[in-house]
């Protein structure tokens, strides 16, 4: 696996494999990898001739300082793990490399960016899609895979590329959890003992308040997963939200959705985390 830390030598290098004919798969992460990613990478194996993978934490799109200076960073250990999985190239770049000068690029993506996550981290989703456009440029990628964790993202990046009408497949994934319903997150490692015990009850009361849709509307629904929720003293929780998947406008009708979802938010101690689950209509 070659590892590139400027845009020049990974653009030499995806040229070269152009050259040959052959398709390339992406991965964009923000690194302290975990077996989510890699089963990314496997698939982007799987469905790509070369698999390229970006480590890189994206300042831009953070609103909150103490949470980009806490975030997680095992370089060594990522480019480990990235050789073990059969990862072509790493592309780890600087801040410096990335944005030489001051970035003031703004995109709007309507109600997309609105809701949920847009809500509660204003400006998130505007840096999100800053790097995720440069890294695009940058590698050029046929196809780029996304976790489902990260949903309001996945369609975000979605929108992007659509406005942007770039020739860019995007390949959404299933959320990858640790045995007892985590979903996989790199923040998990910040959590103590006593709050990694707790941290399945987000999955287990999503997946409990999703089985109820026969007898509950989405309102019903809605609340009894925040009833549930504040059983647990430990859990601030942010948001519940059920949306319909495309347009992620909240439903109060099941009627009005084909493909819905049920959406999380909360603190756990230091950790922001989120998750989602399928609600089969």
Partial sequence: MKVFNFIVDIQRFVEDKRNEGLKIGFVP???????????????????????????????????????????????ELDIEKLQSAG???????SVEEMYPEKVDDHYDFGDLERVMEGACRPGHFNGVAIVVRKLFEIVTPDRAYFGEKDFQQLAIIKKMVNILQMNIEIMPCPIVRENDGLAMSSRNVRLNAEERALAPKIHSVLKSASSKLNTMS????????????AEIKEFEVEYVEITDENNLRSLNDWRDSNHARIFVALQLGPVRLIDNVRILI
């Avoid at 690194?31 to 890699?38: I, N, P, V």
């Avoid at 990862?87 to 770049?93: E, I, K, L, Y």
């Fill in 29 to 75: 992460t923000m690194g302290a990898l975990h077996e989510g990613h890699l089963s990314l990478i496997n698939r982007a194996k799987k469905e790509n001739d070369i698999v390229v993978c970006s480590v890189f934490v994206n300042p831009v799109q953070f609103n909150n300082p103490a949470d980009l200076e806490k975030y997680p960073r095992t370089p």
């Fill in 87 to 93: 990862c072509d190239a790493v592309f780890m770049p």
């Fill in 218 to 229: 989405p309102q019903e629904m809605k609340d009894y997963a925040l009833s549930k929720y």
